[in-house]
């Protein structure tokens, strides 16, 4: 299985290892070999709280690794009038006679709170090659499932402002 992310996905992510092997790598060793000094290591809170962060920064440059190694690349275009990667999407909910709006990104960049869904979520899947106009079925679960139509699409790129996830 791959991740789809964009080659600025590929650009941030290459950043983040880069800087957690040569920056934060040899700080939290130190602080490890610091706090060993303390004295007994079964009562060492300082000890165990670095050790902990050595292995939280360690599976991070893991993840890292592995999702450079075996994503695949793609290049966000759509056509003018169809709902495309970074784009921003202002909809009317049916059911609930509201409007909303989110932009749609990879899902590394996704945060719900900030209104940036994945392509890959529910409402992406739905949204992406539409058109202005088009009253689309978001299918959340076997069991429930919404209508939204289209109002506006904002067309947008991949600027790498958008952050990636950390954790």
């Known amino acids: 299985m ?32 610091f706090t060993r000094s303390f004295g007994d290591l079964s009562e060492n809170a300082e000890y165990h ?34 709902v495309g990667l970074f784009d921003t999407v202002e909809y009317y909910v049916e059911e609930d006679d509201a409007v909303e709006s989110v932009r749609i990104v990879t899902s590394l960049r996704q945060n719900s709170l900030e209104r940036l869904i994945s392509r890959e979520s529910p ?27 289209i109002r506006s699409i904002v067309k947008g790129n991949d600027d790498a402002s958008l952050e990636i996830r950390k954790f």
């Open 2 to 33: 791959y991740d789809e992310l964009t080659q600025v996905d590929i650009d941030k992510m290459k950043q983040e290892l880069e800087y957690r092997i040569s920056v934060v790598r040899p700080k939290i060793l130190e602080e490890v070999k």
């Open 49 to 82: 709280a670095a050790k902990r962060e050595r292995g939280r920064n360690e599976s991070r440059i893991r993840y890292l690794r592995n999702m450079i190694k075996t994503a695949k690349i793609i290049k966000p275009q759509s056509r003018a009038d169809e």
């Open 123 to 149: 409402m992406g899947k739905a949204v992406m090659g539409r058109k202005v106009g088009d009253r689309v079925c978001v299918k959340v679960s076997d069991e429930y499932s919404y209508y939204i139509v």
